[in-house]
């Protein structure tokens, strides 16, 4: 884990290999109440998000990605969030959720949050999928 965005970025810049993606919007967005942007380096899961997008070939705009533990408490994330390493919220249209999902599972995302206004992917060792209040509906279609 780098502490900062601009630490991950000296750290890695020539060998950043995700073209879509940029690490301030991987890292932590508590705006340096509780860190300086601390991200977490994940190539197993940034070549995953990569495939995703290449596979849909449109823009995945991350609502939520990495959180520092005071940030997701902050938030209402869950105490053992994988946010807290790597994991993402990715934000939906209407017209690509299944898409989506059916894209992520493919490329091997194990944990899937089926949400209103968005997808959370990230990579666990049992699969799991769930509905967050109020979405299970809306994925039904």
Known sequence: MFRSVSAAKSALGDTWAWPNFQISELACRCGGRFCDGAYWHAPGFLNRLQALRDSCGQALIITSAHRCPQWN????????????????????SRQERQQLR????????????LARRFLHLDLRPRPAVWYYPGSFDLWQT
């Not at 408490?73 to 939906?92: E, F």
């Not at 059916?102 to 949050?113: S, V, Y």
């Open 102 to 113: 059916m894209l992520a599972e493919a490329i091997g995302f194990t944990g899937i949050g």
């Open 73 to 92: 408490a902050a938030v209402g994330g869950a105490p053992m969030s994988r946010h807290k390493t790597i994991a993402v919220d990715i934000l939906l």
